[in-house]
């Protein structure tokens, strides 16, 4: 699986759009872009996934750069309950489920 | 996630002792795993199973056995346990289309 890069931490205004970036220089046409977050010592939660196509859910938008070798997380409007530790995680069908945890983004959001 | 729950979610144990944690799901998944977390660290799978039939190892095994009693039910086993086995440990399922996981609340293990 590729490997992803990011910043090990980064802070946000309440209520502004947080912007978490990621490289992924070496991902393969078939992986696939997940990210999760981490709320402190609690399970991590799925928040969305990307092929190449640029994704929206409740939680966040997903940005994917046309060469596909960085992604852009964004959380429209940031609330402290969004501090958290977040992870970019690049997963292929061959992965076999396996996902690939690295040290994540410690993204703190402040009043 | 409430579908997905973990025993005991915190253990004190002593070097030499045998630790099962156990994991249950009612999320109707075939897929589930175990991962360890060192502080400051991301998570590091140990094992993961497909279905009632099926383990395997992932990345960090040694030390540690599983059992798939059922779809629903997964425990890990730690025969015996040292102390820099000592981690926050999460149970995790998933379902065969989406790769979307779900995890448990965790289990903090100390080994003294």
């Known amino acids: 699986d590729a490997k992803t890069t990011q910043p090990t931490s980064m802070d946000c205004a309440e209520g502004r759009a947080a912007n978490l970036p990621c490289n992924h220089s070496?991902?393969?046409?078939?992986?696939?872009v997940y990210w999760y977050r981490q709320i402190h010592s609690q399970g991590p939660q799925y928040i969305i996934h990307?092929?190449?196509n640029n994704e929206t859910n409740e939680m966040a938008s997903l940005i994917i750069t046309e060469d596909r070798k960085s992604s852009t997380l964004i959380l429209p409007h940031a609330t402290l309950r969004d501090t958290a530790v977040y992870y970019c995680?690049?997963?292929?069908?061959?992965?076999?489920?396996?996902?690939?945890f690295g040290a994540g983004t410690q993204v703190v959001v402040t009043p | 996630d409430a579908d997905v729950t973990q025993t005991p979610r915190n253990r004190i144990t002593k070097t030499g002792k045998r630790i099962m944690l156990e994991c249950s799901q009612t999320?109707?998944?075939?897929?589930m795993y175990w991962y360890r977390q060192d502080p400051g660290l991301g998570l590091r799978l140990i094992y993961y199973?497909?279905?009632?039939?099926?383990?395997n190892k992932g990345e960090i095994s040694d030390g540690y056995s599983v059992s798939r009693q059922a779809q629903a039910k997964f425990s890990l086993s730690l025969e015996s346990a040292i102390p820099n086995q000592t981690a926050l440990y999460f149970c995790?399922?998933?379902?065969?289309?989406?790769?979307?996981?779900?995890f448990g609340p965790g289990t903090r293990l100390t080994v003294l």
């Open positions: 995790a399922t998933s379902d065969l289309q989406r790769n979307e996981q779900f």
């Open positions: 070496t991902i393969s046409g078939n992986e696939y």
């Open positions: 990307g092929l190449k």
């Open positions: 995680i690049v997963y292929g069908r061959g992965s076999w489920g396996k996902l690939q």
């Open positions: 999320k109707g998944h075939d897929r």
């Open positions: 199973s497909f279905d009632v039939k099926d383990i």
